[in-house]
């Protein structure tokens, strides 16, 4: 008897079989559920909208490509008969027994540790209580003894048996006919895997799930974990490396430094908010350093200056349900309004059986795209009055910088800033085309 996890992915038979995620679907199906025509005849026609493949359109024949807006409803409407058939069919025969019988081995070994403490052979019962430790109290291989367990999101399915392998290969070759017959839909071979869950481990939305197994801690025999897969720990550091070091990102240079740290602030609570249920959610530590060393970095690079000065510039301390805690932060005050507060590294890298996403999605900056920003906030940069603004802009910044001629103030500020643009109000820019004093800015 052992403990499996099977997981795996629907796919259509098809001509565009592009994907795993494909779900057969037509309108007649979904009219069973939705009784709105528009909503009905948007449906139909994003399945007819076809796909494009290396800027080639191609039709659609059949299926619901993946990563569509509308997939997640096909794949709820059309799947719900296959829940209907494993709630209803395959979990009430293959669960039976109220509980595991007790294991004799367990309580052979108990009565052993027991007498022997009697006798006052200390050794012998210290040894025996060790080996109690790593054996089960229940029967294993009880045969009145068996549990399915069903999950669904979307096209991704898991299925928990506690059985024999013999039967987890019979769920699945039951599945698989129940989806050729009735829903004309075939399991990936690829992704649709047997796993006995202590020795390997399952994928499922992102986790590994296994079945824990200590000699030591026996409390935690039997019980769901779920980890975090170290490929995806790879793959989020990859970003911000630069041969296999942290590097600064020179898209972020002409951001302040409040968005700066937001945005790594955004992408850091974004995966470790979506990672604490998992039981090893401190091996994103690796992740924290790496972004963390790259923000520093970025915001070196922009005020040329050194990581440990930027470190010592925004590192702030702040009160957390688990205690005070050392973040990065950058606020900008504003006149009756709540200051704008960005932060980074303020979620402690500790498991929450209950964790809950309350952050946004992470909005990456459109590269040179600041300019239509500033010309929004209608804001001159010299005299700092609001109303209408203009743009003066030189060819290179190399003219802002010769040496032996005295710059005045707009261009001593455009160089700073290191930027060729300039939005000023009517009066600043007259006043900078006929060599004229411009009025004193403020930093």
Not at 69 to 96: A, C, G, H, M, W
Not at 361 to 381: F, H
Request: charged content about 30%.
């Amino acid at each position: 008897t052992s403990r499996s996890v099977e997981n795996g992915r629907l796919r259509c038979p098809g001509k565009n079989r592009r994907s795993a995620g494909r779900v057969t679907c037509d309108v007649k199906r979904q009219a069973e559920k939705i009784h709105d025509n528009r909503l009905l005849r948007l449906i139909e026609q994003m399945l007819q909208a076809g796909y494009l493949e290396d800027w080639v359109w191609n039709e659609t024949l059949s299926g619901a490509p993946q990563g569509g807006v509308v997939s997640p409803i096909l794949s709820n409407i059309y799947l719900d008969r296959l829940d209907k058939f494993i709630e209803t069919v395959l979990i009430p025969q293959y669960t039976r027994g109220a509980s595991r019988a007790n294991n004799p081995a367990y309580a052979r070994v108990r009565m052993a540790a027991v007498r022997a403490r009697k006798r006052g052979n200390m050794t012998a019962a210290r040894e025996l209580r060790r080996q109690l430790r790593g054996t089960s109290s229940k029967d294993p291989q009880d045969p009145g003894y068996r549990r399915l367990r069903y999950c669904r999101y979307a096209d991704d399915t898991l299925l928990g048996f506690a059985g024999p392998k013999a039967e987890a290969e019979e769920i699945k070759q039951r599945l698989a006919q129940f989806l050729r017959d009735e829903l004309k839909l075939e399991l990936n071979p690829d992704k649709t895997l047997v796993t006995q869950a202590r020795t390997r481990a399952a994928s499922f939305l992102g986790y590994e799930i296994t079945v824990q197994h200590s000699a030591t801690r026996p409390s935690v025999n039997g019980s769901v974990a779920l980890r975090v897969p170290r490929q995806v720990i790879k793959a989020k550091c990859t970003p911000y490396l630069t041969h296999g070091k942290p590097e600064r990102r020179t898209e972020l240079f002409n951001r302040d430094d409040l968005t700066i740290i937001s945005t790594y602030g955004a992408e850091y609570r974004g995966l470790i908010q979506y990672y604490l249920l998992a039981g090893d959610v401190w091996r994103l530590s690796r992740f924290k350093w790496v972004a963390q060393t790259s923000m520093l970095k970025t915001l070196a690079a922009k005020h040329r200056s050194t990581v440990s000065a930027m470190a010592r510039k925004y590192r702030a301390k702040i009160s957390t349900p688990d205690g005070p805690r050392t973040c990065y932060e950058a606020s900008v005050q504003r006149a009756g309004r709540k200051p704008l507060v960005g932060r980074f590294g303020e979620i402690p890298l500790k498991r929450q059986k209950k964790a809950v996403l309350q952050d946004r999605p992470a909005v990456r900056p459109v590269a040179r795209k600041e300019l239509i920003t500033r010309l929004r906030m209608a804001k001159c940069e010299l005299c700092e009055q609001i109303g209408q603004v203009e743009v003066h802009q030189v060819r290179k910044l190399a003219d802002l910088t010769e040496s032996g001629r005295p710059q005045p103030l707009w261009a001593q500020h455009m160089a700073k800033k290191r930027r060729k643009t300039l939005v000023v109000c009517t009066r600043c820019h007259e006043a900078i085309h006929s060599g004229q004093p411009t009025a004193q800015f403020t930093e």
